[in-house]
């Protein structure tokens, strides 16, 4: 179920609208989300077919309600056919979909701006009414009487804007400052209590890197490398801990990392890999599903891989209680 609310009073008969269309609880109370990252289409390419099957696979057996794409979507000209034959699995199936991007997918014949203009007139996808690439998704009570959850759709980025400084891109203070008064506006609708809120993106900030090296502190799943973080830190993550609203993170980026890790109250996640044979994995596949229950803080979080298996079935905090 899909509903468009332009920006308009904060809050209304108990609902928050926000510069982006919404999304609704289904009738059992759920909501389930499907992230595909680095699904690095190559058009022309026949290794990119092992991506379609995947997302194929993964779409007819976990029957999500929202598909979000979290970066490196394609990775050579023509942009526009990998971005078409990347989508195509979620808009056959009349699936809502929303789409931020990677340092990957602005290298082949079109800008940012140009990419993102592109994928707007895509039918369902959540992208279209935002104003900027960070937008949130409003998750409505299965009545669509009132706005439950949100969902944070944040760009991070390319490469560093510094000449003297290499590496991946990071959150510019202008998105951090956005981030916050954004969440303080739902917060201030919602009656002084910050929403069950989520946050995806591509490239893991610095404190994934923290979390996955700090003694005891519990990592399940593979990690395969060091994070590819930016070399600085510019304040998102301490920003969604004042905040008080973000659960958990969901990135992509690192193809051999699925893993998952709590962080001062966050739970920092990896999506797993999503694409063909065009770039270096260990041969693995797969999408991470996350699920929200209406009137709870909290989700459950599992990989569904390419051959059909699940693993890693996680339920965010109550497993790290005693942890």
């Known amino acids: 179920m899909i509903k468009r609310f332009l920006f308009a009073a904060a809050c209304m008969a108990g609902m928050i609208t926000v510069?982006?269309?919404s999304v609704s609880f289904n009738k059992e109370g759920k909501l389930k989300i499907v992230q595909f990252t680095d699904v690095h289409w190559r058009a022309g390419d026949s290794?990119?077919?092992?991506?379609?099957?995947?997302?194929?696979?993964?779409?007819?057996?976990?029957?999500?309600?929202?598909?979000?794409?979290?970066?490196?979507?394609?990775?050579?000209?023509?942009?526009?056919?990998?971005l078409d034959k990347a989508l195509q699995p979620v808009i056959s199936r009349n699936i809502p979909f929303a789409?931020?991007?990677g340092n990957h997918d602005d290298e082949q014949d079109l800008t940012r701006p140009q990419l993102y203009t592109y994928v707007k007139t895509k039918k369902n996808c959540l992208d279209a009414q935002a104003e900027h690439p960070d937008f949130v998704i409003s998750v409505l009570s299965a009545?669509?009487?009132?706005?439950?959850?949100?969902?944070?759709?944040?760009?991070?980025?390319?490469?560093?804007?510094?000449?003297?400084?290499?590496?991946?891109?990071?959150?510019?203070?202008?998105?951090?400052d956005w981030y916050a008064q954004k969440s303080a506006e739902l917060t201030d609708a919602n009656g002084g209590k910050p929403l069950p809120a989520l946050a995806f993106f591509h490239i893991?900030?610095?404190?994934?890197?923290?979390?996955?090296?700090?003694?005891?502190?519990?990592?399940?799943?593979?990690?395969?490398?060091?994070?590819?973080?930016?070399?600085?830190n510019t304040g998102?993550?301490?920003?969604?801990?004042?905040?008080?609203d973000v659960m958990?993170?969901?990135?992509?980026?690192?193809?051999?990392?699925?893993?998952?890790?709590?962080?001062?109250?966050?739970?920092?996640?990896?999506?797993?890999?999503?694409?063909?044979?065009?770039?270096?994995?260990?041969g693995r596949r797969g999408a991470r599903v996350i699920e929200l229950?209406?009137?709870?803080?909290?989700?459950?979080?599992?990989?569904?891989?390419?051959?059909?298996?699940?693993?890693?079935?996680?339920?965010?905090?109550?497993?790290?209680n005693s942890k």
């Open 19 to 21: 510069n982006a269309q």
């Open 47 to 82: 290794a990119t077919a092992d991506a379609a099957t995947n997302m194929n696979r993964v779409l007819d057996e976990e029957k999500p309600d929202l598909v979000i794409y979290t970066g490196d979507v394609t990775t050579a000209k023509p942009a526009t056919e990998g």
């Open 99 to 101: 789409i931020t991007f």
């Open 143 to 176: 009545n669509g009487k009132k706005t439950e959850a949100a969902l944070y759709i944040l760009d991070s980025n390319a490469y560093s804007t510094i000449d003297s400084l290499k590496g991946y891109g990071w959150f510019r203070r202008d998105q951090v």
């Open 204 to 232: 893991p900030f610095p404190e994934y890197n923290e979390a996955a090296t700090a003694v005891s502190n519990p990592l399940i799943g593979q990690r395969g490398e060091n994070a590819c973080s930016p070399a600085i």
């Open 236 to 244: 998102m993550f301490a920003a969604m801990l004042e905040a008080g």
């Open 248 to 282: 958990g993170t969901f990135v992509g980026h690192d193809h051999v990392n699925n893993y998952v890790t709590p962080w001062h109250g966050i739970l920092l996640c990896y999506g797993q890999f999503t694409g063909g044979k065009t770039t270096y994995t260990d």
């Open 293 to 320: 229950t209406e009137g709870k803080r909290g989700f459950k979080t599992w990989i569904r891989m390419s051959d059909g298996t699940v693993k890693n079935i996680i339920n965010w905090p109550s497993d790290f």
